[in-house]
């Protein structure tokens, strides 16, 4: 051994003399072994001494030829390159399999341990090699290897090869199949080798690079292998998993005997082999012929896994699942449905309220390779479909009332609302048995972030579950939540304020004739239900006057969600939060949407029914005494005014033919409730009447402002109403009888709203925001009426001007001005009640009064273009 001149020409000459096939490997390895042994230190050149014109660049080339020179280890890896490229190509691939073989036996006497094909090399060589060497000759080979594949890649047809994977040590005979063959067992090799390297992981700067080495060129080779040679891919996979059948029978005193380091073997390629598939993925699509030749091998390597690694180590098991994930994306396979998925529901149902961090992750790539089987298999799953959904909605639960937040929580979460999406638009027309639960999955109340991702499975269930099915659960589920004494009023309000959305995304999607035979109806009388038991579930614990802030939840710059707004309608903002407010938008763009499909009989039917509910058992609208109007019929007012004002908008020239005629009434009757029960408020918190003066204190009549709920909310809701109807009335013209009579009926309840602003601080947003509507509904109002109208409106409004308080008599004003300023000449009928009125105000002892008397003069003057000054005068 220690004779032989190490060189190229005389290994390979030894290697041909004894059959290349037989010995190169052997040859090469030996080769790296005795230079590592007789390597000596390389000492620095001799600077040349010539003389030359300038020495400087003399140096200067000696020490970039110093720098460029190859090393020792480069000169030898050229040399073993060149032996392994000088023999036939059939010949240099079963060697340089054979050598990954050579080289697992090598690491495997470094940590002492046995393969079953032992080490070429005399135990008495790797000895007398210290640990730093032999990770150098071991490296060495790695790059070798490398360098190889590199420049030469794989041999072209590697699939059509017949190959039988469990055959060891019949591989040396030249036959078909034997080049595929050793590319499979020398894959397997690099993963022996690559297992040990990371089993027990040293920090030497030789088996850090040895280890990142062996990794980069089972990297490479994988993914060579899976992108150009699928079947020889999986064969390989099986041989390195020891696949029962489809690997060589071990031996009981080997490595591969030792189950902690199969387990380790067996869990380093499954993650290296989907790293590989997922390369594969992002290179090219699977085409039918590469699922063909590795059906029999990918189909035992499932069957494996499932029966090997999908119960135990938690860690394991996500791997194993990951791995799974890839192959079931590569193609579709049978044994993913009988074997993986019940193990996937098995293992998910068996997780508990607060499964450890392990579990967690393995329960995240679960989920993920449930949802690819779903999208994978389709309708194939049909058979295993109670074993997935139940287990994957019941751990979606326990996620809602798990407070865990830990990352792997969180990731956990989002994988369960996809599987369930999965299962929406895969399945959607068979999970009936399970919309119930997903409603409640849903509908749960959740962190904002969450909240999109169940408001993206609610719009899966909307897309994938036909529409009659879904809409049967939704209304099944429109229940009075507040009954459940167990069930948080917050979360029964997030419950109905959803549930109301599926009513919107479905019937927005809807037809004419799905519509019509399926009437809503007493659903949406159990959704407008909700706001009155909300209110009354409230008051069981809190003061009427927190619900503003704490149950209304008032935004005044909400907007009427119309079809303009679908678009746009997240839960993020209408049912992310609990609101009483938003829950009454919500059910009256329900109700306007459902009326859009009906003909005009019938929409008539179906507003009288919600007049009925509203008033309860009173002729109009809040018309108990006034002592006796309870909060819930205030809360059904609200509700009413909702569904009338969105159905208002969505369909223009309804409010004329149906609805005015119908509500104006109603309207009237709200209106005076709001009026009494402020002014009773007022007069309970302001026992002696205090006449406001300029000198005066403000607050001690400001009462109502803290003092709002629902005669504010019942007054803006009529008048934002009435403004826009009668808006739309002003195209019709002052003769038309509606509007007329309309106006009859409501002129004196709106005019007397300002009676409360005497009670309203003035930089309130109350004061502003109803001031806002009342002068909107007044003009709006005059638009729409005849002369004596007109007159009749100035009239009314000015004669709040001899009211004693000022703030009144200002908001008077501006209300007179506002509808000159909008309606200018067409209100010129009206001047002599303006003069005669505002004549009286100039003195005003309030300044403001004053002021805004002298800009509505100049608005006036503006629009006759006459001088007021002497008819004021007089």
């Known amino acids: 051994f220690q004779a032989v001149e190490v060189s190229k020409t005389t290994s390979l000459a030894w290697a041909s003399s004894s059959g290349t096939r037989a010995s190169l490997d052997f040859t090469i390895l030996l080769m790296l072994v005795r230079r590592a042994r007789q390597e000596q230190p390389v ?59 050579d080289l697992a036996a090598w690491c495997s006497k470094m940590k002492s341990s046995e393969l079953p094909w032992g080490a070429l090399v005399p135990d008495e060589v790797i000895a007398e090699l210290d640990e730093d060497m032999s990770f150098r000759v071991l490296g060495q080979g790695v790059q070798l290897a490398s360098r190889f594949l590199l420049e030469h890649g794989l041999p072209d047809e590697l699939d059509t090869e017949e190959v039988d994977t469990s055959v060891l040590l019949e591989m040396m005979e030249e036959k078909e199949g034997s080049i595929a063959l050793a590319l499979s067992h020398g894959l397997r090799s690099l993963c022996i080798i690559e297992a040990l390297l990371t089993q027990t992981p040293g920090q030497s700067r030789e088996e850090v690079q040895c280890r990142k080495q062996t990794q980069d060129l089972q990297g490479l080779l994988m993914r060579s292998l899976s992108v150009n040679h699928p079947a020889t891919f999986f064969r390989a996979l099986c041989l390195s998993l020891g696949v029962k059948g489809k690997a060589p029978k071990g031996n009981a005193s080997t490595l591969l005997a030792e189950q902690e380091f199969v387990s380790h073997l067996s869990s380093r390629v499954m993650r290296a082999a989907a790293k590989a598939l997922k390369d594969r993925r992002d290179i090219r699509d699977d085409d039918e012929e590469a699922e063909e030749g590795s059906a029999t091998s990918r189909e035992a390597i499932i069957q494996h896994v499932c029966k090997r690694f999908l119960s135990g180590d938690h860690a394991e098991m996500g791997t194993s699942w990951e791995f799974l994930d890839e192959i079931c994306r590569f193609s579709q396979s049978s044994s993913m449905l009988s074997s993986a998925l019940p193990k ?39 058979p295993k479909l109670n074993d997935i959904t139940q287990p994957l909605l019941d751990l979606a639960q326990r996620v809602v009332q798990s407070s865990q937040s830990s990352e792997s929580a969180l990731d956990l979460d989002g994988q369960i609302l996809q599987a369930l999406g999965a299962l929406c638009r895969s399945v959607g027309g068979v999970l009936s048995p399970f919309l119930g639960q997903f409603l409640q999955v849903v509908c749960a109340p959740a962190s904002l972030l969450r909240t999109k991702s169940l408001e993206e499975l609610a719009s899966q269930l909307v897309d994938g579950v036909p529409h009659r099915l879904l809409l049967k659960e939704v209304q099944k589920a429109t229940v009075d939540p507040f009954k459940d004494s167990e069930m948080d009023l917050e979360e029964a309000m ?26 809503i109806m007493p659903s949406l009388l159990r959704l407008f239900g909700c706001s009155g038991s909300a209110v009354r579930a409230f008051l069981s614990t809190a003061d009427a006057q927190e619900i503003p802030l704490r149950l209304l939840k008032r935004e005044p710059s909400m907007e009427l969600i119309t079809s303009s707004h679908m678009q746009d309608l997240s839960w993020s903002n209408v049912a992310q939060d609990a609101s009483l407010q938003r829950l009454q938008m919500l059910g009256g763009a329900c109700f306007a949407r ?9 929409v008539k039917t179906r507003i009288a029914k919600v007049l009925d509910w509203a008033r309860g058992k ?33 369909a223009e020239g309804l409010a004329e033919e149906l609805l005015m005629p119908l509500a104006n009434k109603d309207i009237s009757s709200a209106l005076k409730a709001s009026h009494s029960v402020a002014l009773r408020l007022a007069r309970e918190k302001l026992p002696r009447k205090k006449r406001r003066t300029l000198s005066g204190s403000r607050t001690d009549k400001e009462v109502l402002s803290s003092q709002s709920w629902w005669w504010y909310d019942v007054a803006m809701a009529c008048l934002n109403f009435l403004g826009l109807a009668f808006k739309q009335g002003s195209n019709s013209g002052p003769e038309a009888k509606v509007w007329a009579e309309s106006f009859e009926e409501l002129l004196e309840p709106c005019v007397s709203i ?72 067409q209100v010129v009928m009206s001047l002599s009640e303006v003069v005669m009125y505002t004549s009286e105000l100039q003195d005003h002892e309030d300044s403001r009064v004053e002021t805004e008397v002298k800009a509505m003069v100049r608005t006036i003057e503006d629009c006759t273009g006459e001088s007021l000054h002497d008819a004021m005068k007089t």
């Open 344 to 382: 996937a529901g098995t293992f998910l149902a068996s997780l508990a309220t607060s499964p450890d961090e392990a579990a967690t992750r393995a329960a995240v790539k679960c989920c993920q390779c449930v949802e690819t089987m779903v999208f994978t298999l389709g309708h194939g799953i049909l």
């Open 594 to 602: 459902f009326c859009l499909f009906l003909e005009p009989d019938d």
């Open 494 to 519: 997030i419950r109905s304020q959803r549930l109301s959305t599926f009513y919107l995304w479905i019937l927005v999607k809807a037809t004419p004739e799905f519509a019509a035979s399926h009437d």
């Open 754 to 825: 300002l009676d409360v602003f005497e009670f309203l601080a003035v930089d309130d947003a109350i004061c502003s925001g109803l001031a806002r509507v009342l002068q909107s509904a007044l003009v709006a109002m005059t638009a729409s009426s005849a002369e004596d109208g007109v007159k009749r409106m100035m009239q009314a409004v000015l004669e709040k001007t001899r009211s004693e308080d000022a703030e009144v008599v200002l908001m008077a004003l501006r209300c007179a001005h506002r509808i000159w300023s909008d309606l200018g000449i």
């Open 43 to 101: 000492m620095p050149k001799k600077k040349r001494r010539k003389k030359r014109s300038d020495p400087i660049n003399e140096e200067v080339d000696e020490a970039l030829e110093a720098l460029t020179a190859p090393s020792s280890e480069e000169l030898l890896l050229d040399e073993v390159f060149e032996m392994l490229t000088a023999v036939e190509p059939s010949e240099r691939y079963h060697a340089f399999g054979i050598f990954l073989m």
């Open 618 to 650: 009173q002729d109009k609208l809040l018309a108990r005494p006034k002592n006796e109007v309870r909060d819930e019929d205030a809360s059904k007012t609200l509700a009413l005014m909702a569904a009338l004002t969105t159905l208002a908008v969505e």
